[in-house]
C-alpha cells in the first residue's frame, strides 16, 4: 500500500494509525502547491481532489478521504473490528476509525501527544 501524505497536514491521523497498527504503508510525500509527489509524478493522476491523505491498494484501489483511510486502517486491526461489531463506540453515528482519525486529527493540528518519530515524517 502506499500512503500519500505531506507532512504537518491531515495524513498524520492514518500515518499514526498505521505506524501504530504495524500496517506496512510505503509513504509518498507530496508537494501540496504543485500537486507533485517526491518522485515528480503528478499527485492529481492518483488523486483528482488534489489532497491528501491518498492511500492506494495493492490492486490500485484509491483511498482519498481521511476518515476513510483510518477507517479502512483500523479495520485491520482484529480487536476494532469486534469493538465496531459490537458498538462500544461512543458515538454509534461514527465508526471506530473515523473517531481515531477525529482524534489524531484534533492532536496533530497541535502536536499535542504525536510520537516524535511520526512527527518529523508527516
Not at 507533485?36 to 495493492?58: R, W, Y
Not at 473490528?81 to 463506540?89: D, F, M, R
Amino acid at each position: 500500500m502506499l500512503l500519500y501524505y505531506s507532512p504537518g497536514a491531515c495524513s498524520l491521523a492514518p500515518h499514526i494509525v498505521a505506524r501504530e497498527a504495524g500496517i506496512a504503508v510505503d509513504l509518498v510525500r507530496v508537494d501540496l502547491k504543485a500537486k507533485l509527489t517526491e518522485q515528480g509524478d503528478d499527485f492529481l493522476q492518483i488523486n483528482a481532489k488534489g489532497s491528501i491523505p491518498a492511500l492506494v491498494l495493492d490492486d490500485a484501489t484509491a483511498l482519498t478521504e481521511g476518515a476513510v483511510v483510518s477507517q479502512f486502517l483500523v479495520a485491520e486491526l482484529p480487536i476494532l473490528e469486534i469493538v465496531s461489531t459490537v458498538h462500544l463506540v461512543a458515538d454509534l453515528t461514527l465508526g471506530p476509525g473515523e473517531v481515531v482519525h477525529d482524534y489524531l486529527a484534533d492532536a496533530a493540528a497541535t502536536h499535542i501527544g504525536t510520537p516524535r518519530r511520526i512527527a518529523a515524517n508527516g
